[in-house]
């Protein structure tokens, strides 16, 4: 009769514990008594051995890996408690013939005592894992091949020595992969992800006018000759004609321009999906206010395009360099070079990496001389603003009394308009968005702008 693997268990907790109480009989009761118990125990190992090699290999949810491993076990233990009978038989004769036991035998027992225990444990740890698999097996996947051996058409096959085996397969209900699966509802995340947006920076540091016309003219002082002095004319200082200056003018003018962008949209898609319409305007207003900005400072004047800051006549070249500057000392030259101009420059325009390279100077002794990168404060050079912005090309840069030396002018402050009715819009449910503004630049001082390059 074969035993449940739970009641084996059981008996084998009780055989491992003997074995224990065996060896520590021989150190305190006597040899007679340790000895009695492990003979016991040897023959109850055998028998353990017979029933539980044949549960398990009776049982299809334990591995062959499995099964090897606890019979290695089994194996190691009865070969420790044969070794421990011997060890027991000597010390017996030990007892009879001396009345003690020698260190030797002493030491031996001991040590083949905690192998018995410790290979104990292992056994039993090893058979109420299989014991737990036995009653709960897990599930397991099997190939077609498996399947198709252990169908009743392949064993019908077999025993009539021929003949066709067919096994039918059902298709099992799994999650698809990939988008639009059929059981499974994808996450949306609201909204839409976009490129990141420039800060615009130039418009803030020029003064700003309206104007109702479509061109700005302005005069300009072209030359001033100051003769002023004394009246005195040796040796008199009446009766006698006084200094005389002179000034010449020009006229100088700056076109409104209209800057604008459109893009078309269907009218089904905006009444499907009302936050395009708000998402689209937005892009539209950041795409045009960044062509603004780019106009105002590199604008080359030709065809419609405003003639902006760093175009030809509309400031002053650098012309103070010295072998050897850094770029902090170049944009202080630049500072002086105004201010050589009467202009008191209040802005320095440099691109990001420039700034940068600006930022890391140091000192010999490694400390950064115009940064210190626990502060948050704006930045600034020589007690002027800087304005870092990718609207500049790297290795230019501007310095200028903004204030003084520029104005914008608003014809049409930037609007955003939908069209319906645009070209073939209307017979084809079309919309068109806009975004357009116009406007001018007059740059009244050329000498209060410094451009040069590092």
Request: net charge negative.
């Amino acid at each position: 009769m074969k035993m449940t693997l739970s009641a084996i268990a059981a008996c084998m907790a009780f055989c491992f514990a003997s074995v224990a109480n065996a060896t520590a009989a021989v150190a305190k009761e006597g040899v007679a008594i340790g000895y009695s118990l492990a003979a016991t125990v040897n023959d109850m190992i055998f028998a353990y051995m017979a029933s539980i090699g044949a549960v398990l290999f009776d049982s299809n949810t334990i591995s062959a890996t499995e099964i090897k491993a606890l019979a290695d076990k089994q194996t190691e233990l009865l070969a420790t408690t044969k070794e421990l009978k011997g060890f027991m038989e000597k010390a017996n004769s030990e007892i009879d013939n001396a009345k003690s036991l020698s260190t030797e035998t002493k030491a031996a027992l001991e040590k083949l005592s905690a192998k018995a225990t410790e290979l104990t444990d292992k056994c039993l740890e090893l058979e109420q894992k299989m014991s737990a698999k036995k009653d709960n097996p897990e599930t397991v996947v099997e190939s077609i091949g498996d399947m198709f051996l252990k169908s009743d058409a392949w064993k019908a096959a077999v025993e009539r020595r021929g003949g066709t085996a067919r096994l039918e397969l059902k298709t099992a209900i799994v999650n698809a992969t990939g988008q639009n699966q059929p059981l499974v509802q994808d996450m949306r995340v609201p909204g839409i992800i976009t490129t990141p947006e420039r800060r615009l920076t130039i418009r803030d540091v020029l003064p700003v006018g309206r104007t109702s016309s479509n061109l700005i003219q302005f005069t300009r002082e072209n030359v001033f000759t100051n003769n002023a002095g004394p009246q005195y004319s040796s040796p008199n200082r009446e009766n006698v004609t006084k200094p005389e200056s002179g000034i010449t003018f020009t006229l100088a003018n700056a076109p409104v321009v209209t800057l604008a962008h459109w893009i078309p949209v269907s009218k089904q898609v905006l009444d499907d999906a009302p936050q395009l319409q708000g998402y689209i305007n937005g892009r539209l207003m950041y795409g045009l206010k960044l062509e603004e900005e780019d106009q105002l400072l590199n604008g080359d004047g030709t065809g419609s395009n405003i003639s902006g800051l760093l175009d030809s006549g509309n400031y002053t070249a650098y012309n103070r360099a010295v072998s050897g500057d850094t770029n902090v000392d170049t944009i202080r030259r630049a500072i002086t070079q105004a201010a050589l101009s009467e202009y008191n420059a209040d802005t320095i325009v440099l691109n990001p990496a420039d700034w940068e390279e600006i930022e890391l100077t140091k000192a010999t002794d490694g400390q950064y001389i115009w940064a210190n990168p626990a502060l948050v404060a704006g930045p600034q050079l020589w007690g002027r603003r800087v304005i870092a912005t990718n609207s500049i090309a790297s290795g230019t840069f501007l310095v200028g009394a903004m204030a003084m030396g520029a104005q914008i002018w608003d014809r049409m402050d930037a609007s955003l308009q939908i069209s319906f009715e645009n070209d073939t819009n209307f017979v084809k449910n079309m919309a068109t968005l806009l975004a357009e503004e116009r406007l001018a630049l007059t740059v009244y001082r050329p000498s209060a702008f410094i451009s040069g390059s590092f």
